[in-house]
């Protein structure tokens, strides 16, 4: 039977005591993994960016994609206030630490270029620098349950699946046929028919587009008639729309032989990343003139998009596939299964160190089987079995060596 680690040190009158320093080797150890995470940070913040629309200093979101890169800055500074933690630091040391960091990185990226500084960041990074602390005390206290693990992974699969759902920009609507937009690619080809949930679309402003609308948000399938172009080793838009906000509602293009479509989601509202749903091949031996069809739609088996050459389905992020609303995946899905089971090796692996064996099989047996339930209810595509199973045995295996090493040392 494996020992419990001791509980909390408290003073006689029951308040939480400061635990004492760290011997000299496990010191050693924490300042490596703070230096290795220090030279993490510096190449992830302080290279060269790949520019994009220019954003200011005192925004909140910042950018389209504001929520997802708070969420991934927040994520970025956790390691640091829980390594800090580990060295007896407080939650003065902590924040200062966290938010100066923050912007002497702020202040250097000043002077790169497609780099775009801003207040919230500082916020952001100090906030998770925090909150890595936080957390690190609540696994001091034995207060990381697997009822605690268990309910925040459910909270992470229905909120994925509710991201996913279909909506639609508020006021004037523009239809594009062939447009160019920014850094991408010109398509030298022609629409010749464009429809939305049966509602066509021709190219300007729309007239009427509440019943665009409506079957947008309804989620109503694409149908896009067009003569192909010259291929392109960029995505070049074949067909989109937009808001007069220019707040993206519809997206089609092609790059080579590939197509890529983008609807309008809850993800995308909350400034979090728009799936993007790629058929590789969809315009194979396809040849500049030839009229293609595309179809795009949610079905039974996830987001499908077909043409007379090729077809796929379940191109959508599934419940357990959060990870693709805080990045741009314009590519092929191939390590898809990979991060998947980085995701449910974190959570199996977690389940097993606070609850044993027993408890993380039901426990991943209920996620599961909550992950396919949301999947048919909202139209995600299913979970990706080799993730699922791949995750769950590494974190069986991770979480095992975990556990020795919680016993062995309980103060972390």
């Known amino acids: 039977m494996t020992p419990e680690p001791p509980a909390a040190p408290v003073s006689p009158e029951g308040t939480p005591v400061a635990p004492p320093p760290p011997p000299p080797e496990r010191r050693r150890r924490v300042v490596r993994w703070l230096v290795a995470w220090l030279l993490g940070v510096a190449l992830l913040t302080l290279t060269p960016g790949g520019g994009g629309p220019a954003i200011g200093v005192l925004c909140f979101p910042c950018g389209e994609l504001g929520a997802a890169d708070a969420v991934l800055n927040t994520g970025l500074f956790v390691p640091l206030g829980a390594l800090l933690g580990m060295l007896g630091a407080g939650v003065g040391t902590v924040a200062a630490a966290g938010f100066g960091l923050s912007a002497a990185i702020e202040l250097t990226q000043t002077a790169l270029p497609g780099r775009f500084p801003t207040v919230a960041d500082v916020v952001v990074n100090g906030g998770g620098a925090l909150l890595g602390l936080l957390l690190l005390r609540f696994v001091r206290a034995g207060r990381l349950t697997p009822v605690a693990v268990a309910l925040a992974a459910a909270a992470a699969l229905v909120v994925t699946a509710g991201l996913g759902a279909g909506t639609a920009p508020a006021g004037p609507l523009y239809g594009q046929h062939t447009p160019t937009l920014g850094s991408f690619a010109v398509y030298d080809g022609a629409v010749l028919r464009a429809e939305v949930g049966g509602v066509v679309v021709p190219p300007g402003r729309l007239d009427a587009p509440e019943p665009l609308r409506e079957a947008l948000r309804a989620s109503g399938p694409l149908r896009v008639e067009f003569s192909a172009g010259t291929p392109t080793d960029r995505w070049a838009p074949i067909f989109a729309v937009f808001s007069e906000a220019r707040e993206e509602a519809v997206f089609l293009a092609a790059r080579d032989d590939d197509l890529i479509v983008r609807f309008r989601s809850w993800a995308g509202r909350l400034h979090f990343v728009e799936p993007s749903f790629v058929l590789e091949g969809g315009l194979a031996g396809v040849q500049p003139g030839d009229v293609v069809s595309v179809e795009a739609r949610r079905g039974r088996t ?109 103060r972390v």
Request: some cysteine; overall charge positive.
């Open 302 to 410: 996830g987001f499908c998009v077909r043409t007379e050459v090729a077809a796929a389905c379940g191109l959508d992020p599934s419940p357990v596939e959060g990870w693709r609303l805080l990045y741009r995946d314009i590519h092929a899905p191939g390590p898809f299964p990979l991060f998947t089971g980085f995701y449910v090796a974190v959570v199996v692996g977690l389940l097993m160190v606070t609850g044993g064996v027993r408890t993380a099989a039901i426990a991943t047996g209920g996620l599961v089987a909550l992950a396919f339930a949301l999947s048919l209810g909202t139209s995600a595509a299913w979970p990706e079995p080799v993730g699922l199973v791949g995750g769950a045995l590494v974190g069986a295996v991770v979480s095992r060596l975990g556990r020795r090493w919680r016993v062995a040392d309980t």
